[in-house]
């Protein structure tokens, strides 16, 4: 048992409360009060427990990555300054080729460290050698989506016969923290037959459908030459979307391709520092939000943001779009770090069990120390600070399933 008392929690929960001189009672994996710190002292004063002082800190829920390629953290700063396509056809591909296991297996290890020291707890992955992957991320503890990935254009052969034995190899490691999801790329890097596969097999298997959509004006392009139509009509037509699908970028959508994705119930991962960085567009967050699309927060890879620092991202999400739409109440505090947690949560399928401190969910926890930080004082509002103020490296500890794994 372990009581963290004394702390300003953020819950995240339906009412969005914030609770001043608040505790977290945390039994075995799962949270087992939240309240006021002085009642649930006293009514647990007997109980053995580890005590936390949480005095000048505050408690948020654990952050959730929706998009991410974790063992990139090996390209960091090998190719920037280039155009999406050029970046990946010319840099990223032929370096990745040559990529070993075990290398995939270090680069994972770096990402999960880092996101770890940085208060991201879950991430949702896109990348090869998954069963390296799942080593590294079992390691060090944080909840892994696994991504097998499809890829079966330009000379790439990874398609269903691989992803469905790669699947039943690894069935058996899945486990509350380990998921797997399909992740056939993107519309560009995937066949037509390969796309439909996928979501057969998601939907039969329960599985989660991650791909990378309208990332850039280019893609639009050549998805209307190829197909006569836009990349989020071509996967209507296809049968591909439901709500078991997380699309990743979204940048490039007119208001019809809006409202397919709400129509389909698909969450949108929003990845604001990649799109910046590759110069690829700006995700309309407020029109899709308003047409009742979940909209997450993912890093994308650490080669082209070039960091896992969620606390980064938020603000990166929130200046943005309040420059896009030329109105500083766009994105707030607010809806911002509701993109970073609980629905992060929605859109993996697992708002039951994390995304916000709840009784009886795990406890998923980042604490960051307010007082030892000048850029955190004074403190009005908690969330502000989150949002505009905090850095990853002003995390100071973090609880995976009620363990403290930094
Ligand atoms: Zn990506």
Not at 194 to 207: G, I, R, S
Not at 259 to 276: G, Q, R, Y
Request: charge should be neutral; proline fraction near 4%.
């Amino acid at each position: 048992m372990i009581l963290i008392k004394n702390i300003t929690i953020i819950t995240q929960n339906a009412q969005r409360q914030v609770i001043k001189d608040g505790a977290i009672l945390i039994e075995g994996s799962k949270i087992a009060e939240v309240g006021q710190s002085k009642k649930i002292e006293k009514k647990y004063a007997k109980a053995k427990k580890k005590i936390i002082d949480g005095k000048g800190k505050i408690a948020l829920p654990g952050l959730i990555n929706a998009h991410t390629h974790a063992a990139m953290a090996l390209l960091r700063g090998y190719a920037d300054d280039l155009p999406l396509k050029k970046w990946l056809t010319e840099k990223i591909w032929p370096a990745e080729a040559k990529l070993k296991p075990a290398d995939i297996y270090r680069g994972t290890e770096l990402a999960c460290e880092e996101m770890l020291q940085s208060g991201t707890t879950t991430f949702n992955n896109m990348y090869w050698q998954p069963e390296k992957e799942i080593a590294a991320a079992a390691k060090a503890g944080l909840r892994d989506f696994v991504g097998l990935t499809a890829l079966d254009t330009n000379g790439m052969d990874i398609g269903a016969d691989r992803i469905a034995n790669l699947y039943r190899q690894l069935k058996p490691k899945v486990n509350d923290k380990i998921k797997l999801t399909l992740t056939p790329h993107s519309i560009y890097a995937v066949s037509r037959e390969t796309l439909v596969w996928c979501k057969k097999f998601a939907d039969e298997n329960d599985l989660l459908l991650h791909i990378h959509l309208a990332e850039t004006e280019g893609e639009v392009d050549d998805c209307q030459k190829a197909h006569g139509c836009r990349p989020v009509e071509y996967l209507e037509k296809l049968g591909f979307l439901g709500g078991n699908v997380v699309a990743a970028h979204c940048c490039w959508l007119t208001d019809n391709e809006i409202n397919i994705l709400a129509k389909n119930k698909v969450s949108v991962a929003h990845c604001p520092t990649s799109n910046l960085k590759l110069a690829s567009g700006v995700m309309p967050l407020s029109k899709l939000l308003k047409a009742g699309v979940n909209v997450c927060l993912g890093a994308d890879g650490p080669s082209s943001n070039n960091n896992l620092d969620l606390l980064e991202d938020m603000k990166i999400a929130a200046l943005i779009h309040k420059w896009n739409e030329k109105d500083p109440s766009a994105a707030s505090a607010q809806t911002i770090l509701d993109l970073a947690t609980i629905n992060g949560a929605k859109a993996l399928k697992i708002d039951d069990k994390i995304g916000s401190i709840d009784i009886g969910k795990e406890a998923d926890i980042v604490i960051i120390d307010f007082d030892k930080r000048p850029h955190l004082k004074p403190c009005f509002n908690p969330i502000s600070h989150l949002v505009y103020a905090a850095q990853g490296g002003d995390v100071e500890k973090v609880l995976i399933g009620g363990k403290v794994l930094f």
